[in-house]
């Protein structure tokens, strides 16, 4: 269950010094990007970086790394362990997040990292990430409307739950695309505390070279919140702008817009697109992707869609299917350490496409069964373009069947 509140995490790391200085990463969207990106560019100067994302995408440690890798499972379980027994002897009662939280801080104590690159969980001034003792920078990436049930109605109001990461004489770095209004309630929040606001805004000129062309506006722009970021807590490196930018450019983050193969699933020849868009926000990233590199050919897409339960997908859909798309519905199975995270039935996809009037040509309904799911959508594609879609724990399952 998701149970907001610092308490118990702090309980939890109290004797946890942390001497790690930390990026603290919030927002609705780009925050594992902006991880990534900022990880790559500290390992280019050869700094020692812990990194602690979520969800995990295969494994549960997967969301731990040191350096370049994911901690082993021996070392995850051994800290973990420790953790829930001290989280048993102060009855403390806290949740898998804060636990797996304190998890990863006690591994970078362990392995003495010199940077930690934190995401945020959900939201940001109650999140457990929150506990942190010494940031050097905080990040503030596109705000759109999610987990509204916990952050508010309004991207004000989202805006100011994330801008609770802020700490006095903390820089913080904003996503300049976002809104007027959001970045006010940012900027006037930080100004309470006495924090400089840097917003990261791509120049008309001279960013990247060829990057610019190359990279999608988000990117483009979850990429220099991550550059920004890093010069102000590394200020001394010598790597050169363009350089640090290309070195991030080529950091791999798994299920956004990520082509693969599933040749060893249905025989398919083409790459496949994955994507995790769970909401309006990022399905418009997905969306004006594939308008512009996929629909070009005058086929029509193939989804295969998956949701979390709870969630109003009918704008979602709105944004990503057209007349005579297919679809083929699935339901993600269950995630490790997340039991309370359920899918959306897939018929209520089915129906929900039917209420929003998108005529489309083949819809199957697959359920549970991920792998014949791909087949058929695979089989209904005719080699056109072929999208997995609609849920960050849908990209997990599709990695675990396709993991070596």
Same mark, same amino acid.
């Given at each position: 269950?998701?149970?907001?509140?610092?308490?118990?995490?702090?309980?939890?790391?109290?004797?946890?010094?942390?001497?790690?200085?930390?990026?603290?990463?919030?927002?609705?969207?780009?925050?594992?990007?902006?991880?990534?990106?900022?990880?790559?560019?500290?390992?280019?100067?050869?700094?020692?970086?812990?990194?602690?994302?979520?969800?995990?995408?295969?494994?549960?440690?997967?969301?731990?790394?040191?350096?370049?890798?994911?901690?082993?499972?021996?070392?995850?379980?051994?800290?973990?362990?420790?953790?829930?027994?001290?989280?048993?002897?102060?009855?403390?009662?806290?949740?898998?997040?804060e636990l797996l939280t304190a998890t990863a801080f006690e591994i970078f104590e362990?392995?003495?990292?010199?940077?930690?690159?934190?995401?945020?969980?959900?939201?940001?001034?109650?999140?457990?990430?929150?506990?942190?003792?010494?940031?050097?920078?905080?990040?503030?990436?596109?705000?759109?409307?999610?987990?509204?049930?916990?952050?508010?109605?309004?991207?004000?109001?989202?805006?100011?739950?994330?801008?609770?990461?802020?700490?006095?004489?903390?820089?913080?770095?904003?996503?300049?695309?976002?809104?007027?209004?959001?970045?006010?309630?940012?900027?006037?929040?930080?100004?309470?505390?006495?924090?400089?606001?840097?917003?990261?805004?791509?120049?008309?000129?001279?960013?990247?070279?060829?990057?610019?062309?190359?990279?999608?506006?988000?990117?483009?722009?979850?990429?220099?919140?991550?550059?920004?970021?890093?010069?102000?807590?590394?200020?001394?490196?010598?790597?050169?702008?363009?350089?640090?930018?290309?070195?991030?450019?080529?950091?791999?983050?798994?299920?956004?817009?990520?082509?693969?193969?599933?040749?060893?699933?249905?025989?398919?020849?083409?790459?496949?697109?994955?994507?995790?868009?769970?909401?309006?926000? &990022? =399905?418009?990233?997905?969306?004006?992707?594939?308008? /512009?590199? *996929?629909?070009?050919? !005058?086929?029509?897409? #193939?989804? %295969?869609?998956?949701? &979390? =339960?709870?969630?109003?997908?009918?704008?979602?859909? /709105?944004? *990503?299917?057209?007349? !005579?798309?297919?679809? #083929?519905? %699935?339901?993600?199975?269950?995630?490790?350490?997340?039991?309370?995270?359920?899918?959306?039935?897939?018929?209520?996809?089915?129906?929900?496409?039917?209420?929003?009037?998108?005529?489309?040509?083949?819809?199957?309904?697959?359920?549970?069964?991920?792998?014949?799911?791909?087949?058929?959508?695979?089989?209904?594609?005719?080699?056109?373009?072929?999208?997995?879609?609609?849920?960050?724990?849908?990209?997990?399952?599709?990695?675990?069947?396709?993991?070596?």
């Amino acid at each position: 269950m998701i149970e907001l509140g610092l308490a118990r995490i702090t309980a939890l790391l109290k004797n946890t010094p942390q001497t790690w200085k930390a990026i603290h990463v919030a927002g609705t969207n780009g925050k594992g990007s902006i991880c990534a990106y900022l990880n790559a560019m500290l390992r280019a100067n050869r700094v020692s970086c812990g990194r602690f994302t979520s969800p995990h995408l295969v494994d549960r440690w997967d969301c731990i790394t040191i350096n370049d890798s994911a901690v082993s499972e021996n070392k995850f379980r051994h800290f973990e362990a420790l953790v829930k027994k001290r989280n048993e002897e102060q009855r403390l009662e806290a949740s898998e997040f804060e636990l797996l939280t304190a998890t990863a801080f006690e591994i970078f104590e362990a392995e003495k990292v010199e940077f930690g690159v934190i995401e945020v969980g959900l939201g940001g001034r109650l999140d457990a990430t929150n506990v942190l003792k010494q940031k050097t920078v905080t990040i503030i990436s596109k705000i759109g409307l999610d987990h509204q049930a916990f952050l508010g109605n309004t991207l004000e109001e989202i805006a100011l739950q994330k801008a609770g990461i802020i700490r006095p004489q903390v820089p913080c770095v904003v996503d300049a695309s976002n809104s007027p209004s959001v970045l006010e309630v940012i900027r006037s929040h930080a100004d309470s505390l006495g924090a400089r606001v840097k917003n990261a805004e791509v120049p008309s000129t001279g960013f990247g070279g060829m990057l610019s062309e190359q990279l999608e506006p988000h990117q483009r722009q979850n990429l220099l919140c991550a550059y920004e970021a890093f010069h102000i807590a590394y200020p001394g490196h010598g790597v050169s702008m363009n350089e640090l930018l290309g070195i991030g450019a080529n950091a791999v983050w798994p299920g956004r817009l990520q082509s693969i193969s599933i040749g060893k699933i249905t025989g398919r020849a083409e790459p496949i697109l994955l994507d995790g868009a769970h909401n309006p926000q &990022s =399905a418009e990233v997905l969306s004006a992707f594939v308008e /512009k590199r *996929l629909r070009v050919h !005058g086929k029509p897409i #193939t989804w %295969v869609l998956a949701a &979390s =339960a709870g969630k109003d997908i009918s704008e979602i859909l /709105k944004i *990503l299917l057209r007349d !005579g798309d297919n679809v #083929t519905a %699935v339901e993600f199975g269950p995630v490790d350490g997340m039991p309370w995270v359920k899918p959306t039935s897939s018929a209520t996809i089915l129906q929900t496409i039917d209420k929003i009037n998108i005529l489309t040509t083949t819809r199957q309904d697959a359920r549970t069964d991920i792998r014949a799911g791909l087949n058929s959508a695979n089989k209904i594609s005719e080699n056109g373009p072929l999208v997995v879609a609609g849920s960050l724990y849908l990209v997990s399952d599709m990695l675990k069947l396709l993991r070596p």
